[in-house]
């Protein structure tokens, strides 16, 4: 059973900065994507960015803007999400999750419906 178990969620100040990290326990031997995703109450979850596990192939939100970037340490099967710049519109829960794919995919959309395994969330409050 693949189990992503994410770390980091805090406050912080806007301009400030924050490193979730995501711990995949399971077998992910394999093509895996691998996403952040963030919700806040009454609105839809939200794709952060993918990791493509074998093409090594990124993807961020369109509101990322060169802030966040996903970053993989391989030899400890961990993942983290280091955002800068934050702003209070980034506050949410932050979820890590994992799903498996294919080398015919080039990268892995940020769809929520595509991933089968979820961690339960890490708070992330930014304050003005």
């Known amino acids: 059973q693949v189990q992503p178990v994410e770390s980091g969620g805090g406050s912080v100040q806007a301009g400030g900065s924050l490193n979730l990290s995501c711990v995949i326990s399971?077998?992910?031997?394999?093509?895996?994507?691998v996403g952040w995703f963030r919700q806040v109450p009454g609105k839809e979850r939200e794709g952060v960015a993918s990791f493509h596990t074998t093409r090594y192939v990124t993807n961020y939100g369109d509101f990322v803007k060169e802030r966040f970037t996903i970053i993989r340490d391989h030899a400890k099967n961990m993942w983290f999400l280091q955002m800068i710049s934050l702003i209070p519109e980034d506050t949410g829960m932050y979820y890590c999750?994992?799903?498996?794919?294919?080398?015919?995919?080039?990268?892995?959309?940020?769809?929520?419906?595509?991933?089968?395994?979820w961690g339960q969330g890490t708070q992330v409050t930014v304050s003005s």
């Open positions: 999750a994992a799903a498996p794919t294919s080398d015919s995919r080039f990268y892995c959309p940020l769809r929520s419906t595509d991933f089968n395994y």
């Open positions: 399971g077998d992910t031997a394999g093509p895996f994507c």
